[in-house]
């Protein structure tokens, strides 16, 4: 979220060195999350990719109410704590794909992926802006609240996963219906 630092100095009056001190703080925890607790759910503890998405979508939820919502500095600084497992749904998610298709379809699935990774980001730019501009005054931590219904939406999705037991099966497995 590129909003961070204008919210803040909305909300807190941070400037740029209080904002650079929670930024110290948080991107290290988010890197934590995916290079050392999701190979250690995925590898150790054989959590399967559904759920690791899951749980990375429950982080995002709570992480955008959080700060959305973060009446003093020291919530903004434990929504990040929050985020530990918010980067595991894109990597869950490309798990999960190339569990499911056809080995010779991988390339162009991974590329789609790559391709709807660049644009998503440019298009919810405009999208983020706008909201932001136009809830500055009344609430600024719409933004969030924005982002948070969108963790809904993948926490659905991956429950669907979850529950129809698509992602149990690799695509050569899956049973004709």
């Given at each position: 979220?590129?909003?961070?630092?204008l919210?803040?100095?909305?909300?807190?009056s941070?400037?740029?060195?209080?904002?650079t001190?929670?930024?110290?703080?948080?991107?290290?925890?988010?890197?934590?999350g995916?290079?050392?607790?999701?190979?250690?759910?995925?590898?150790?503890?054989?959590?399967?990719?559904?759920?690791?998405g899951?749980?990375?979508?429950?982080s995002?939820?709570?992480?955008?109410?959080?700060?959305?919502?973060a009446?003093a500095?020291?919530?903004?600084?434990l929504?990040?704590?929050?985020?530990?497992?918010?980067?595991?749904?894109?990597?869950?998610?490309?798990?999960?794909?190339s569990?499911?298709?056809?080995?010779?379809?991988?390339?162009?699935?991974?590329?789609?992926?790559?391709?709807?990774?660049?644009?998503?980001?440019?298009?919810?730019?405009?999208?983020?802006?706008?909201?932001?501009?136009?809830?500055?005054?009344?609430?600024?931590?719409?933004i969030?609240?924005?982002?948070?219904?969108?963790?809904?939406?993948?926490?659905?999705?991956?429950?669907?996963?979850?529950?129809?037991?698509?992602?149990?099966?690799?695509?050569?497995?899956?049973?004709?219906?």
């Amino acid at each position: 979220m590129n909003y961070d630092f204008l919210y803040t100095r909305k909300k807190f009056s941070w400037d740029y060195n209080s904002f650079t001190l929670w930024s110290i703080v948080s991107t290290p925890l988010s890197s934590v999350g995916t290079i050392v607790v999701m190979p250690l759910l995925s590898y150790y503890f054989r959590v399967e990719d559904s759920m690791l998405g899951f749980a990375g979508g429950v982080s995002s939820l709570f992480t955008y109410v959080l700060r959305a919502t973060a009446p003093a500095p020291w919530v903004f600084y434990l929504s990040s704590v929050v985020s530990l497992l918010s980067s595991t749904v894109l990597v869950a998610s490309r798990a999960a794909v190339s569990k499911l298709a056809e080995t010779t379809e991988l390339g162009a699935v991974f590329a789609v992926l790559a391709a709807s990774e660049a644009v998503i980001p440019v298009l919810s730019s405009f999208v983020y802006t706008y909201i932001y501009n136009a809830t500055l005054e009344t609430f600024p931590g719409t933004i969030y609240v924005t982002a948070a219904v969108g963790s809904v939406v993948v926490c659905c999705s991956y429950t669907w996963l979850l529950t129809h037991g698509v992602s149990k099966f690799p695509y050569s497995q899956i049973p004709p219906s």
